[in-house]
């Protein structure tokens, strides 16, 4: 049987599908995220073996991570999960599965997914962009992840916030250094924050409070809302896709949908900017989803 297998590795969770050759998810696992960097190996590796076990099969094998390679060494590097930064983990699983293994940007599997059958199917060019606790961004283009160069094709959140405000100017510090990412004005925290003051995280109750006509609330839904309008008119002055699609815990804002449209075409170069912004199909299964659907992608 021909299988595809995705692994995701997330700061909570390891997930695993195993795709059919029709792309329908045959079986579905989850382990609970082990400390350190040897267990992570084998917990991947205990996954893969297991699933395989189960169907009598082997697949091939790709994995998102929450950073990417390195051209320079193959180490890994920018990822959240700080166990991995620094560390072979594509030869040491290698060398511990017995196989050829491709390792991306978990942004990056979020496009592969959404372009093959998700939100983003059948469209040529898909960036798509992760909101939740950090903001990241993926372009798959005609079936295939762009991650150019230097391997950070996509890499939106950490560029600046365009057009910013005199309030806004220069920005917070960025946990990678630098001042006014992305990620400090558009992620789940930052969003808490500017709601609720340094230290609160959790911006998913805002929008019922806003609703339920909490001012602070929705000052700071709307001040978000025009930030990611302005972030994604950027994208669309360098790439133009021909769609962007959503992921992450505050692609679930309702509000959203309605307001780019609205508030991105002022800030695009082009008379004319119909740019469609749609939430992921698969949701928080679309990472696992385009793991899987690396050794569609070519390179």
């Not at 220069?170 to 990620?183: D, S, T, V």
Request: hydrophobic letters at 40%; proline letters at 6%.
């Amino acid at each position: 049987m021909d299988i595809r297998l995705g692994v995701d590795l997330g700061g909570t969770k390891v997930e695993i599908v195993a795709l059919g050759p029709d792309g329908r998810p045959l079986l579905r696992e989850r382990s609970p995220t082990p400390g350190g960097y040897r267990a992570t190996i084998e917990t991947i590796a205990g996954l893969v073996e297991a699933t395989e076990a189960k169907l009598g099969a082997q697949g091939s094998l790709g994995i998102g991570i929450p950073g990417s390679l390195s051209p320079a060494t193959g180490l890994v590097r920018g990822a959240n999960s700080q166990e991995l930064n620094g560390k072979p983990l594509r030869e040491d699983l290698e060398e511990r599965l017995h196989r050829p293994v491709r390792i991306s940007n978990d942004a990056n599997c979020l496009a592969m997914s959404e372009a093959a059958d998700g939100a983003g199917a059948g469209y040529e060019t898909v960036f798509a962009v992760i909101l939740g606790t950090g903001v990241g961004g993926g372009i798959v283009s005609r079936g295939r992840i762009l991650e150019g160069r230097n391997r950070v094709c996509g890499e939106w959140g950490h560029t600046p916030l365009p057009w910013m405000s005199a309030e806004e100017f220069a920005g917070p510090r960025c946990w990678c250094g630098r001042p006014a990412c992305m990620e400090t004005f558009l992620s789940g925290p930052a969003l808490a924050a500017d709601a609720d003051g340094p230290g609160t995280r959790d911006a998913s109750g805002l929008p019922a409070r806003a609703a339920a006509g909490d001012r602070r609330a929705q000052a700071a839904l709307d001040r978000h809302t025009d930030r990611l309008a302005r972030a994604l008119a950027m994208v669309v002055n360098i790439l133009d896709p021909d769609v962007i699609v959503l992921a992450g815990g505050l692609s679930n804002m309702e509000h959203l949908y309605e307001a780019m449209p609205r508030l991105m075409p002022r800030h695009v170069f082009s008379d004319h900017a119909e740019t469609p912004v749609v939430r992921a199909k698969h949701g928080d299964s679309s990472g696992v989803f385009g793991a899987a659907r690396l050794w569609d992608s070519g390179g």
